[in-house]
């Protein structure tokens, strides 16, 4: 009977050391997941702020091209009342 109670008392010894090795991998799993929600959300905040920071730059490009078209169409207008004032004056010899 001897043996059985002491097989019984190591039973529950290790019983309590598994529980607490359990709440101890259940501990680290929650602060893994706590870490990684947060490692998850900081990314989003940069992903968010990365596609605003391209919607920017994207409507920047795009203004650019405009004024580009706007300068570009100014300057042919330009060159052909310059050639028109030359052709005018050199028809007048």
Do not use: P
């Amino acid at each position: 009977m001897s043996d059985t109670v002491t097989e019984n008392s190591k039973r529950r010894v290790a019983n309590y050391e598994l529980d607490g090795k359990i709440d101890l991998l259940t501990a680290e799993v929650r602060s893994f997941r706590a870490s990684f929600d947060d490692y998850c959300g900081r990314a989003d905040k940069r992903y968010d702020d990365h596609e605003a920071r391209l919607r920017e730059v994207e409507k920047t490009v795009t203004t650019m091209k405009t004024n580009q078209g706007v300068l570009v169409a100014a300057q042919s207008t330009l060159t052909l009342i310059a050639s028109v004032i030359a052709g005018w004056f050199g028809s007048r010899q």
